[in-house]
């Protein structure tokens, strides 16, 4: 089978994407099988990534009324052969083929970010939990995970915002104006930038000076319980005498 692309390791990467990515209307795709082969439930809905009880209903009647099926051969999403295979031996999986086409890369975006007009009034709530909650963000990394300007952060910094009295810190991420993943690398990012406080280096092992003192005076303490022990031993001896001189008596 050809790939279409200049370079094989290319070729195989994208066709291990497009392997593990569903076909182009999977709801048509899984009709236009359903009518046209016969594939299994289970082949069908492995090729389509649906459940097997979604596509018994499509078979059924009971779903996709009124999709009309879309052939996955023409347009060289499935080949004849794979069809075929997968009809002789119903444990087979289908495979879906790699694109000819090479998309070209998108190009990264510059500028701010675009936030919904929906969203934009909850962009200072966004502010007031970064600044809150992670300090040790800059202006500019603030700006990139909101798409807020520098002066509505610093107003509501400062205070001075025209709706300060009712703002509430709400989590950007629960806004929907960034992703979980994009926060934690700016954390991360900022994190690194920021200096090291001098004062506290960490904690540290002790001096040999303070770990080989108690050492020093470990005969002292051993010599001067042997002498209590000793004086103890003494007194036993001088009771026992004078009770036997009291036996005697």
Not at 33 to 45: G, K, P, S
Not at 50 to 59: D, G, K, Q, T
Not at 76 to 97: F, H, M, S
Request: aromatic share 6%; net charge neutral; proline share 6%.
């Amino acid at each position: 089978m050809t790939t279409g692309f200049a370079s094989k390791g290319v070729g195989e990467a994208q066709r291990r994407f497009a392997m593990s990515n569903a076909p182009l209307m999977p709801k048509a795709t899984a009709v236009w099988l359903l009518d046209n082969t016969a594939l299994t439930f289970d082949q069908v809905a492995d090729f389509t990534k649906m459940h097997p009880l979604e596509v018994r209903a499509i078979a059924d009647g009971d779903a996709a009324q009124g999709i009309k099926g879309m052939d996955p051969l023409s347009n060289g999403q499935l080949t004849r052969e794979e069809i075929e295979k997968g009809e002789k031996n119903p444990d087979y999986r289908l495979r879906l083929q790699e694109s000819k086409v090479v998309l070209p890369p998108q190009p990264k975006r510059k500028g701010p970010r675009y936030t919904p007009v929906s969203r934009r009034h909850e962009r200072p709530s966004a502010i007031l939990w970064l600044l809150r909650n992670h300090a040790e963000l800059k202006d500019a990394q603030i700006m990139r995970l909101v798409g807020t300007t520098k002066s509505t952060i610093a107003s509501v910094r400062d205070r001075t915002h025209w709706n300060t009295s009712s703002l509430t810190p709400i989590d950007p991420v629960t806004l929907g104006l960034c992703s979980q993943i994009e926060l934690d690398f700016e954390v991360a990012r900022a994190a690194k930038e920021k200096p090291i406080d001098a004062a506290y280096g960490g904690a540290t092992l002790l001096p040999a000076s303070e770990t080989t003192k108690k050492d020093e005076f470990e005969p002292a303490e051993r010599s001067s319980d042997d002498l209590n022990v000793d004086a103890v031993f003494a007194k036993l001896k001088t009771l026992g005498g004078k009770k036997q001189d009291n036996e005697e008596e």
